[in-house]
């Protein structure tokens, strides 16, 4: 019995891991850290509940502006070939009838 | 009355600048068979001049014209028989062209198709600043104002496209 005592207290005894155990260990854990990517950093700083909430809004609002853009520019197109139409009907009816005007000058002049 | 007078004074420059289709001329859209009504203003001639190529040599014609221009109005009237409008609503239109700046450069009546075709101008300070064309057949009526600087030389190109047949202002022996 006596000697499995004194197995046991030696198997346990305290023992000194020495002046460089500590900064073997941080050195190493160091080693170990895994290294972010530049992505996952950035991504990280969005994970607050109020940052990614005013993100959303900001994309919103960018998408919606953009919308409304596209939107108020086919319009303005529209207005725009709709005006040249016409400006192209108003110089036909103005030439034919200045140069129904001009024959009959011309005829009366013959 | 005074207030009314300086109202009146105030108002008649605009009445000079402004060539309009009566109201007893208008009435006619309801006994024509097709209307032509092309009311462009300066703001809608700038945005059509945005959507004329300048690349394309009769668009950049048009558009190079468009410069000087303040409105283009166009009211013409196509009936099914003759006699829908009076002698007096061609003098209502008349009427507004005799004011100082415009004159009449022609003026053709054919008795015999019964038609009547005038020609105004408007001269501002030695420079066209407005032209109407009033074309009167037995079954039609039509009213062209091209209000603004317009160029005859530059009008005069536009003939051969769009439809618009050549006009030889070169030629054109116009008298009074």
Request: charge should be positive.
């Amino acid at each position: 019995m006596s000697r499995l005592d004194d197995a046991l207290k030696e198997a346990l005894r305290r023992e000194d891991p020495g002046p460089d155990f500590t900064r073997a260990v941080l050195a190493r854990a160091a080693a170990e850290r895994p290294k972010r990517s530049w992505w996952s950093a950035l991504a990280s700083g969005f994970r607050p509940p109020l940052v990614r909430w005013a993100t959303a809004g900001v994309l919103a609002c960018a998408l919606l502006a953009t919308g409304l853009e596209y939107r108020r520019e086919q319009h303005q197109r529209a207005e725009g070939e709709a005006a040249k139409h016409q400006l192209v009907l108003a110089l036909r009816i103005a030439g034919v009838k200045l140069h129904v005007a001009q024959e009959k000058v011309f005829e009366r002049n013959d | 009355m005074r207030i009314r007078a300086i109202l009146l004074m105030a108002a008649l420059p605009v009445f000079a600048q402004d060539i309009k289709m009566p109201a007893s001329v208008e009435r006619l859209s309801a006994k024509a068979v097709e209307t032509v009504d092309v009311q462009l203003d300066g703001a809608l001639l700038q945005l059509a001049g945005r959507f004329l190529s300048g690349h394309k040599p009769d668009e950049a014609k048009v558009k190079d014209m468009l410069g000087g221009l303040k409105g283009i109005y166009v009211r013409s009237f196509e009936f099914s028989q003759e006699g829908e409008y009076t002698a007096e609503d061609l003098e209502a239109i008349r009427s507004q062209l005799r004011v100082p700046g415009w004159s009449k450069i022609v003026g053709v009546v054919s008795k015999k198709d019964k038609e009547h075709t005038e020609v105004y101008l408007k001269v501002e300070g030695g420079r066209v600043g407005g032209l109407v064309v009033l074309a009167a057949e037995p079954k039609e009526l039509t009213l062209v104002h091209i209000n603004g600087s317009i160029s005859l030389e530059k009008l005069s190109e536009l003939g051969g496209h769009f439809g618009v047949p050549k006009i030889d202002i070169e030629k054109n022996p116009a008298k009074d």
